[in-house]
């Protein structure tokens, strides 16, 4: 089978040099760019199937280049993964808005970046092209501390759901969590192991969830969750019963009870009002990062049909 060619475009030579060593590791076919020009020439010959970006270039900056990418018609679906230094709000915000799939903060761990490029690859492919066998492939779906589906069964199942509710004509929410902060109740004793602050927002996820609902650990401490068939309103108080719920488990634990401050990015769309999963994961993401610039909120909603947008 052909390789996946991903372009790095960094002008840092050791940290190019880095990806695209990781990128041959992985079975990926590496090609290197030092400059916006560069970047824009290989991703117009086609040879391109993925883009990592970096903000800073020396003759236009990435979002210049990711500009002008999604404004031609042949590049306008090349996926783009920016992977800077540049990792504030406004600049993550701006990254999304001209289109890109994914924001990587450097420093960067190479694996997570694999895990990210693969997430999107898997998106590229339908199921039937995988020949493996359904127990291998369920293990490759699957987070194994949270046993949650984890980052590239989402992104498949969100496009599906997606293209569903534009065929069946239903409102489709996507939920992005974030374990944003935790602290100790009692100083002497600490606060509990994040991982297992982890585990109890997975169950309390599902606790929440119905059986046909879609729950991932996306990365780290970001979970998603994708509910067919549930309004904005109705997503809201699915993430404040996670929240309520979280917050008395990890209070009242009697080892290290700890305070787990969580913040919630939610966007709900119907009949094929978000663009695709890459969309609306993105305004997802773009939600939770405003949730995360309030100090008194802990929740941003938005509905993409009627532009409505809410904070609690």
């Known amino acids: 089978m052909e390789k996946f ?27 290197a760019a030092y400059t916006g020009r560069e970047t824009l020439d290989l991703c117009r010959s086609g040879q391109v199937d993925v883009l990592l970006l970096d903000v800073e270039m020396p003759d236009m900056d990435g979002y210049e280049v990711c500009r002008q990418l999604k404004a031609d018609p042949a590049t306008a679906g090349l996926p783009v993964i920016f992977i800077t230094a540049h990792s504030d709000a406004e600049n993550v915000i701006q990254g999304y808005d001209l289109g890109a799939a994914d924001f990587i903060a450097k420093p960067f761990n190479l694996p997570i970046v694999m895990i990210r490029i693969e997430a999107i690859m898997r998106t ?29 069964f989402l992104l498949e199942r969100l496009q599906e759901e997606v293209e569903k509710a534009h065929r069946y ?12 902060d935790t602290s100790a109740l009692d100083v002497e004793v600490g606060t509990a192991a994040l991982d297992d602050i982890l585990v109890e927002v997975a169950m309390a996820m599902r606790g ?17 969750a994708v509910l067919p068939h549930t309004l904005m309103e109705e997503a809201v108080q699915y993430a404040q019963k996670i929240n309520e719920e979280i917050t008395t488990m990890t209070f009242n634990d009697p ?3 700890t305070q787990a401050k969580l913040r919630f990015g939610i966007v709900s769309c119907r009949n094929g009002a978000a663009k695709g999963a890459d969309h609306i994961l993105g305004e997802a993401m773009q939600g939770l990062l405003k949730a995360k ?9 938005k509905d993409l049909n009627t532009q409505t947008e809410s904070s609690f």
């Open 208 to 224: 929440s969830s119905r059986n046909y609902d879609i729950l991932a650990r996306y990365d780290g401490a970001l979970f998603a």
């Open 255 to 257: 080892c290290c009870p």
């Open 124 to 152: 590229m492919q339908s199921r039937d092209e995988l020949p493996v066998a359904d127990d291998v492939i369920d293990t490759a779906y699957t987070d194994q501390l949270t046993g949650l589906r984890n980052s590239r």
């Open 293 to 301: 610039s309030y100090t008194d909120k802990r929740l941003y909603a």
């Open 5 to 31: 060619a991903v372009c790095v475009a960094d002008d840092c030579a050791d940290e190019n040099d880095l990806l695209c060593m990781g990128l041959r590791l992985n079975n990926y076919r590496a090609l």
């Open 169 to 180: 004509d239903y409102t489709v929410s996507c939920v992005m969590l974030d374990v944003d």
